[in-house]
């Protein structure tokens, strides 16, 4: 484990929050709630048929020790959790049909999170981005001033870590909802130790170039420094003199950046997400994500394809999100 989980690790432990797991007989995610209980770091608890995931258990040679298995049709707690659920959706949903839904176990997941039952979740290991994110947004909804959530990534490379945004959720993001998630990543980068240092990025630095793209990216800026102005956030820039301090004395000398950007916001999915897999694949970066940002309690999406190390990380960097909120809070 690199030393940027290391050090989340220790820091989780101290507070050992609760995580829920919904995908609880996937054997991925029974492998990584029986390491996190065993190692003490996060409490987990796994959602399903007992007897279903305990089989499943057993068949991969899984000890869960005394983990808690929460099964929604056996659930004592489920008329409170209605109650709850049915005036949080403020009339979107009956009783009958709160009911249908709790059962699904993201749904039900979700409400043990937004309840205080829990602190957090992590799925997606057998389900759809939309099926983990919908519930989040319906239920545990973003944050004040926060329209749309975002997803980042985390690049790690050695003692190196640099965070991208948006590269998930947003495909074309307007100069507001750029500059709600360059506050938002900026908060995300201070979870693992960075006193962030936010570049707008563009094809064009401080007006080299004009067009709409660019002046969206302008504005965004001009936004993000005027709601956040604690923050070092500026723009627009070229890649290049948001990270070069040679290159940034040249095109950008005022700049209180000085080509030592640690965070960097794309301006649209298709350059975020490519810009994240140019610095994994030829860059040699760990790329850890993506992390969902801008919800009230944190809830993140694993890759179908994860394995169980995946989902220990993610657990983590979710546990460290609640304690982050909290303490912020």
Known sequence: MSNLFEEIKNQVARHNPTIVLPEGTDERIL?????????KVVTPILIGNKDEVQAKAKQNNVDLGNITILDPHQYEGMDEMVASFVERRKGKETEETAREKLVDV??????????????????????????????????????????RTSGVFVMVKEEQKFVFGDCAINIAPNSEELAEIAIATAETAKVFGLDPKVAMLSFSTKGSASSIETKKVSEATKLAQETRPDLVIDGEFQFDAAFVP?????????????????????????????????????????????????????????SRGCNAADVYKLSLITAMQSINQKVTS
Do not use: C, W
């Not at 759809?128 to 319906?138: E, F, K, M």
């Open 31 to 39: 492998e990584a709630a029986a390491n996190l209980a065993k190692d």
């Open 106 to 147: 993201n749904y039900f997941g979700t409400m043990l999170v937004h309840m205080g039952k829990a602190d957090g979740l992590v799925s997606g290991a057998a389900h759809s981005t939309g099926d983990t994110v919908r519930p989040a947004l319906q239920i545990i909804k973003t944050q004040p001033g926060i329209k």
């Open 246 to 302: 040679a290159v940034a004395q040249k095109k950008a000398p005022d700049s209180p950046l000085q080509g030592q950007a640690n965070v960097f916001i794309f301006p649209s999915l298709e350059s975020g997400n490519l810009g994240y897999k140019i610095a994994q694949r030829l860059g040699g970066y760990d790329a850890i994500g993506p992390i969902l940002q801008g919800l009230n309690k944190p809830v993140n999406d694993l």
